[in-house]
T-cell receptor, first 109, second 114 residues
């Protein structure tokens, strides 16, 4: 079956760094997406990885290891506006996104 | 219109009633999707359409139907609503089906079935 595992909730301090992990099992693999979702809003695209390694985009970076079925999202210099849920979504062999339940990130001053 | 719009924003519906959730995009995207999002669960795909005139079933299609008469519109119909269909419904689109491109989401419809 297909399965996505990511922590339910994490807490971090403003200005700090946080790493959100995601492990996955899918039928085939066509890359992995990370989305951000603020409470009561729609998900918005953050990053996409299809090859192993680290992709950096400003304060956000995303890492992928296909052999381990593992990805993480790294958020640096945390700001209060980063308080949101972060959704891990690998794409399967049918090019369908398989969504994790999301990690709720709470930022404290 | 810019991006994807959904209507209504929220709705309270009596069980057994018929309801159509509307979704319109102006990005000329070929692929469109309907998801439901429930607390503690990931987004679950209800139905999808790879291009105008075609539709397919997702993970949780029972009780829902869709149509794709043109590129822009992708309505979702609940023929006879039940309380378990209480959820937040998101419509999404992507430029091309079957490729590794991101999905763009509408603002969602919050539906309560009593």
């Amino acid at each position: 079956g297909q399965n996505i595992d990511q922590p339910t909730e994490m807490t971090a301090t403003e200005g700090a760094i946080v790493q959100i992990n995601c492990t996955y099992q899918t039928s085939g693999f066509n890359g992995l997406f990370w989305y951000q979702q603020h409470a009561g809003e729609a998900p918005t695209f953050l990053s996409y990885n299809v090859l192993d390694g680290l992709e950096e985009k400003g304060r956000f970076s995303s890492f992928l290891s296909r052999s381990k079925g593992y990805s993480y999202l790294l958020l640096k210099e945390l700001q209060m506006k980063d308080s949101a849920s972060y959704l891990c979504a690998p794409m399967d062999s049918n090019y369908q996104l398989i969504w994790g339940a999301g990690t709720k990130l709470i930022i404290k001053p | 219109i810019a991006g994807i719009t959904q209507a209504p924003t929220s709705q309270i519906l009596a069980a057994g009633r018929r309801m159509t959730l509307r979704c319109t995009q102006d990005m000329r995207h070929n692929a469109m999707y309907w998801y439901r999002q429930d607390l503690g669960l990931g987004l679950r795909l209800i139905h999808y359409s790879n291009t105008a005139g075609t539709t397919g079933k997702g993970e949780v299609p029972d009780g829902y139907s869709v149509s794709r008469a043109n590129t822009d519109d992708f309505p979702l119909t609940l023929a006879s609503a039940v309380p378990s269909q209480t959820s937040v419904y998101f419509c999404a689109s992507s430029p091309v089906a079957g490729e590794q491109n991101e999905q763009f989401f509408g603002p969602g419809t919050r539906l309560t079935v009593l």
